[in-house]
């Protein structure tokens, strides 16, 4: 039986953003929202770079735009501008996503003034 990319992707950077997440927050006293952020960022910028690493050796299965995107969209928008800076296949073919990430880096912004303005960061 063989694994949908999505998948199995999707799985991989789950596991490391819960886990990169509760391990700031144990050793580092930050708050639960200031861990996710800073995980789901430096998950994002990992999997672009890895997907970037993978791509001309073609060892594993390219990690799909979708999943990257998503990652992008639940709080990996900085990381997400990182990778496609440092010369992502998105950053040449796919202008929409370039658009969509930066969409997706305002409202998280937004969300990042809102929390420090209010400072209830959980």
Do not use: C, E
């Amino acid at each position: 039986m063989r694994v949908h990319p999505y998948a199995a992707w999707s799985v991989i950077a789950v596991f490391l953003m819960v886990g990169v997440a509760s391990l700031l927050h144990l050793t580092t006293g930050l708050a639960s929202v200031w861990s996710y952020l800073v995980a789901a960022n430096l998950i994002t910028l990992l999997l672009y770079r890895v997907d970037k690493w993978v791509a001309p050796h073609g060892w594993a299965p390219r990690i799909p735009n979708t999943v990257l995107v998503l990652l992008a969209a639940v709080g990996g928008a900085f990381g997400a501008l990182l990778g496609v800076a440092a010369g992502h296949k998105t950053s040449s073919r796919y202008r929409w996503l370039r658009r969509l990430i930066w969409s997706f880096a305002g409202l998280q912004l937004i969300v990042l003034v809102y929390l420090l303005i209010l400072h209830t960061a959980w």
